[in-house]
């Protein structure tokens, strides 16, 4: 007969958001061991597996701290509560924690309090005391007649609660009847329970006992606090990221880019310091998502996305928020894995502002195999392919705009633009493999430039530094003969060193930082390198942090509007690597805004 043989769930935390899918492991009547869902329809030996899922509420409530969510709050902030800043946010778990945590969390009450002036109150009344020089907060005691309705946002269970049982002060709410089961913000601080039991299919009553399980108490998603748009073009406005929209006008146009982390790079053992609830995919990838809408792009460019994550989740998420999606995948004539797990770069545009013209697919191993058969003395074939066989690729798609910023003068003109996304190989004794990469797309993307007048965009995770000699190939269009990264050329395929050019006049967009006017730059330029006029890192991790990310633009034919503001060591929090729960990846997203200039009549 079936029957369950184990149950157990491969998440510690429950997070609203991300689903839960229990591991059970069955016999069946063969005596054979699966874990294959046994459902009503397609029963066994005439039994199926019937699954509930329970909220376990009791009598005394319990708020979790908002930043450390795994430990119950025992302060809040009643400046939050009086400045109606989402509740969950005003929870501590202890005074430390609300010290340490006190340069991030003012940012709350300044943006509430910002908000409170443009409606027109007075800010005396709310947030007068939150402007000494200390913290001025009120910080109370929490006890166990806290209120609850406060820690949920009223939303409607999956399923509709039913009351099944109530026990000792404790009452069970029947939540679900799936295997799988996705917490709401009516299930935070409250514990969950999963049954699972075979079921004869002639008489629908349970066979044996069921198998449960209880979880730890369900919390909040962690999320970071929302960046904001900063104008560089004088504007003397800041725009805000959020999911009211952004300011902008009909002839600009915003491009994101952002290397998600691929699941298979994501391991417990290279992020030690992560939790192993932020670090699983289930989570990651539903505050990725959340976060990558929230930008609101017109134009996105991921890169670490796993092909079978592209088809089963991206795609059609982004989908429904009005994206088209184009992808290529990396080759695998190195990789030897699954190659459903094979990452590769995603670029998503706006189906009401771009239409999709045409697409190039660049892998880096053909041009490998073209350059040797040419330039490598036979005896040196294998070693040479060897070397430059690395299996990255890049993706450059044209499109039409859909709307115009040409005037009148000018009507019915298309405005076409091109839009390169790559990820560059990371290994950093390869200098000459990075280098010949960046030099292979840039050559690329001049054929296109040679055939159509058309503005350049060149977006990844180049895993070079600011100053390298392949940021100095797309930043200044050559490398210096005596850069030191020239240096390393085994196959003597960078010589000479004056063929390591280009004509395309493509300039940081982060850049425009240093170059600006208008408010908020001075605290960007705190997060700039000066020698280089690049942000001081987008990569941190415990083991690296620093500047491996860029978009670049082609300066005749497009300018800068705004740009996405920088995070500093106080944005990620005190002794901060990433990944973490709050952030998703161990990059951060880069966003500018740009606006097409109006091309001269011909």
């Given at each position: ?44 030996d ?9 909220r ?34 005003s ?5 430390k ?7 991030h969390?003012?940012?709350?009450h ?83 329970k ?64 952002y290397?998600i ?20 995919w ?24 796993q ?9 059609p ?129 001049e ?27 797309l ?30 006049p ?80 161990d ?7 740009f ?8």
């Open positions: 007969m079936l029957s369950v043989l184990r149950v157990h769930l491969p998440s510690d935390i429950p997070i609203v958001g991300c689903e839960l899918t229990p591991y059970v492991l069955l016999r069946r009547p063969d005596k054979s061991v699966t874990t294959d869902d046994v459902p009503e329809l397609a029963p066994l005439g039994h199926f597996l019937r699954y509930k899922w329970y376990i509420q009791s009598d005394r409530k319990v708020a979790v701290c908002s930043v450390h969510p795994s430990e119950q709050a025992t302060l809040q902030c009643l400046g939050c509560v009086k400045a109606k800043i989402p509740v969950a946010k929870y501590h778990c202890s005074p924690c609300f010290s340490d945590a006190w340069q969390h003012r940012v709350l300044d943006r509430a309090a910002s908000a409170v002036n443009e409606n027109g109150n007075e800010e005396e009344e709310i947030f007068g005391r939150f402007n000494s020089s200390g913290s001025g907060v009120i910080n109370a005691s929490l006890t166990g007649s806290a209120s609850s309705t406060s820690l949920t946002n009223g939303s409607t269970p999956l399923y509709p609660a039913a009351v099944t049982q109530r026990s000792g002060g404790e009452t069970w709410f029947e939540v679900g009847r799936s295997k799988t089961y996705t917490p709401t913000a009516d299930d935070i601080g409250h514990v969950l999963f049954e699972c039991v075979v079921v004869d299919v002639e008489t629908k009553l349970p066979v044996g006992h069921p198998n449960t399980i209880l979880t730890s108490r369900v919390i909040p998603a962690p999320s970071p606090s929302p960046r904001r748009l900063i104008p560089v073009s004088g504007a003397d406005m800041m725009g805000h990221l959020d999911s009211d929209g952004r300011i902008s006008s009909s002839g600009t146009f915003t491009v994101l880019s290397n982390l691929s699941d298979s790079y994501a391991s417990s053992e290279l992020y030690s310091y992560c939790p192993s609830w932020a670090l699983s289930p989570y990651r990838r539903q505050n990725l998502l959340r976060e990558i809408v929230g930008y609101r792009a017109d134009i996105v460019c991921l890169q670490e996305v092909s079978d994550h592209f088809e089963e989740f991206f795609a998420e982004l989908d429904k928020h009005g994206y088209q999606a184009l992808y290529k995948r990396k080759t695998n004539e190195v990789y030897t894995g699954n190659t459903h797990t094979i990452d590769g770069c995603a670029t998503f545009f706006r189906r009401d502002r771009f239409s999709h013209v045409k697409k190039y697919e660049v892998e880096f191993n053909k041009a490998a195999q073209s350059l040797t058969e040419v330039a490598v003395q036979t005896t040196q074939k294998k070693a040479a392919l060897n070397r430059l066989v690395k299996d990255n690729v890049a993706l450059i798609v044209v499109l039409e705009a859909k709307f115009s910023n040409q005037g009148a003068d000018n009507p019915g003109k298309r405005q076409l633009l091109c839009v390169a996304n790559t990820h560059v190989n990371v290994q950093q004794e390869l200098k000459d493999v990075k280098i010949w990469q960046v030099h292979t797309l840039l050559k690329g993307l054929k296109i430039a040679a055939s159509a007048d058309i503005p350049m965009l060149v977006c990844g995770d180049f895993n070079s530094v600011p100053g390298s000699a392949p940021h100095s190939l930043a200044m269009g050559k490398v210096d003969p005596l850069h030191p990264d020239l240096l390393i050329d085994p196959l003597a395929i960078l010589r000479p060193h004056s063929k390591l050019t280009h004509q395309l493509l300039v940081s967009a982060y850049s425009s930082f240093a170059r600006g006017v208008g408010l908020g730059l001075e605290q960007q330029r705190r997060r700039m390198d000066p020698t280089t006029n690049e942000p001081l890192f987008t990569n941190c991790t415990r083991d690296f942090i620093g500047t491996l990310d860029y978009i670049f633009y082609t300066a005749d034919s497009l300018t800068v509007e705004s740009l996405l503001e920088l995070l500093d060591e106080d944005s990620l929090r005190k002794d901060t690597a990433l990944p973490s729960p709050e952030w998703s990846s990059h951060i997203a880069l966003l500018a805004e606006r097409c200039m109006p091309r001269p009549r011909r």
